[in-house]
């Protein structure tokens, strides 16, 4: 009885040490048959991964907890800000939507910029949850305060649209976004003068569109939209335009 009882004083220290190493620190209710779980640990000193572990557990009834994502960080252990269900390509069966952030260190140039968002869209595969490398490349990610994008006077602000939960939902709902994960592309003509880029973050000119303009949108990546446009004086070019300068 005294070894019994010696043994499972033990047993009990050694699951409280596991939890306290793999803290339980959120979960997330999906649906009835779904959660997700994140546990978070510092790793040992001098680590090439980073200081933190953020563990991303899918838990499906009947069945054993699954990793989604292994999120590793610096300085303090990475924002979990959601998870959550969406039915992004109206199959019926809702993806997994993860939101995390970390915080950036100040710049003596651009002050605070806050955290970044990045966001990443797990599916079905098979009866185990694989991440969506198109849904996950459309969100991807971005700071979430304004952003300096210009050199000279002319301060053009860039702040990533899908920070939440409900901008997510929104523009899921758009047709703009359907047409778009139906035929990989997506016509759209401008409401109004738009500002446009040589590619997502890079201003070297100070082309524009006019309202009334047609382009044909062939990426959608972190706030930004990748287009084709035919140009009376240059011919067909492609540029990168904000998404939020869309009116969708």
Same mark, same amino acid.
């Given at each position: 009885?005294?070894?019994?009882?010696?043994?499972?004083?033990? !047993?009990? &220290?050694?699951?409280?040490?596991?939890?306290?190493?793999?803290?339980?620190?959120?979960?997330?209710?999906?649906?009835?048959?779904?959660?997700?779980?994140?546990?978070?640990?510092?790793?040992?000193?001098?680590?090439?991964?980073? @200081?933190?572990?953020?563990?991303?557990?899918?838990?499906?009834?009947?069945?054993?907890?699954?990793?989604?994502?292994?999120?590793?960080?610096? /300085?303090? %252990?990475?924002?979990?800000?959601?998870?959550?269900?969406?039915?992004?390509?109206?199959?019926?069966?809702?993806?997994?939507?993860?939101? /995390?952030?970390?915080?950036?260190?100040?710049?003596?140039?651009? +002050?605070?910029?806050?955290?970044?968002?990045?966001?990443?869209?797990?599916?079905?595969?098979?009866?185990?949850?694989?991440?969506? @490398?198109?849904?996950?490349?459309?969100?991807? +990610? +971005?700071?979430?305060?304004? =952003?300096?994008?210009? #050199?000279?006077?002319?301060?053009?602000? &860039?702040?990533?649209?899908?920070?939440?939960?409900? @901008?997510?939902?929104?523009?899921? #709902?758009?047709? &703009?976004?359907?047409? &778009?994960?139906?035929?990989?592309? =997506?016509?759209?003509? !401008?409401?109004?003068?738009?500002?446009?880029?040589?590619?997502?973050?890079?201003? @070297?000119?100070? !082309?524009?569109?006019?309202? +009334?303009?047609?382009?044909?949108?062939?990426?959608?990546?972190?706030?930004?939209?990748?287009?084709?446009?035919?140009? %009376?004086?240059?011919?067909?070019?492609? %540029? /990168?335009?904000?998404?939020?300068?869309?009116?969708?």
């Amino acid at each position: 009885m005294y070894k019994k009882i010696k043994f499972t004083g033990v !047993m009990l &220290f050694c699951v409280v040490a596991f939890f306290n190493l793999n803290a339980l620190a959120q979960e997330f209710k999906i649906d009835t048959n779904r959660t997700v779980s994140i546990t978070q640990k510092k790793l040992e000193a001098g680590d090439e991964n980073g @200081e933190y572990l953020s563990e991303v557990l899918v838990h499906v009834k009947a069945r054993l907890p699954q990793v989604l994502e292994k999120i590793y960080s610096n /300085s303090e %252990a990475a924002t979990i800000n959601d998870v959550f269900g969406l039915d992004m390509d109206s199959d019926g069966v809702p993806e997994i939507v993860l939101i /995390s952030s970390e915080d950036i260190p100040t710049d003596s140039l651009e +002050g605070n910029v806050g955290a970044y968002v990045d966001v990443k869209v797990y599916k079905v595969k098979d009866d185990r949850y694989e991440k969506n @490398e198109r849904f996950t490349n459309i969100f991807s +990610g +971005g700071v979430d305060k304004a =952003v300096d994008l210009a #050199a000279d006077k002319l301060a053009y602000k &860039f702040i990533y649209p899908h920070k939440t939960r409900k @901008e997510i939902e929104q523009f899921v #709902a758009t047709q &703009f976004f359907k047409s &778009f994960v139906a035929d990989g592309c =997506v016509d759209y003509v !401008m409401q109004s003068k738009t500002t446009i880029y040589k590619e997502p973050y890079v201003f @070297e000119s100070k !082309m524009y569109l006019i309202q +009334g303009d047609k382009i044909e949108v062939v990426e959608i990546s972190g706030g930004w939209v990748t287009f084709s446009y035919v140009s %009376a004086k240059k011919g067909k070019i492609q %540029a /990168s335009a904000k998404l939020t300068d869309l009116k969708i």
